[in-house]
């Protein structure tokens, strides 16, 4: 079962920047969706941004504008870029990586804590 590995997340001051990476431990086939979710204390796990394995990409209403998404196929590897970040972005920060046809991967990683404070 492919495993999903997150790093860069960290403290950072308001109106910083993070990149977070998400590699996945084989080369993802066929037509998926990964991305990243994140989950603040006491609210419910959201979308932040995602790509299809067609180069479709979706983003969170909350995070629009200040965060970019990419991958590197050769490397099994989604990035996520975050700017003007605020004090509300803190969350703890999770990979998935989905099959939009079939059942092959539905995967989370173990999450990545993105604090945001001065």
């Known amino acids: 079962q492919v495993q999903l590995v997150e790093s860069g997340g960290g403290l950072v001051q308001p109106g910083g920047s993070l990149r977070l990476s998400c590699a996945a431990s084989e080369t993802i086939v066929g037509i998926y969706r990964m991305g990243w979710y994140r989950q603040a204390p006491g609210k419910q796990r959201e979308l932040v941004a995602s790509?299809?394995?067609?180069?479709?990409?979706e983003h969170g209403d909350s995070v629009k504008g200040r965060v970019t998404i990419s991958r590197d196929n050769a490397r099994n590897t989604v990035y996520l870029e975050m700017n003007s970040l605020k004090p509300e972005d803190t969350a703890v920060y999770y990979c998935h990586l989905y099959s939009l046809i079939g059942k092959r991967y539905d995967t989370w990683g173990q999450g990545t804590q993105v604090t945001v404070s001065s």
């Open positions: 790509i299809s394995s067609g180069g479709r990409i």
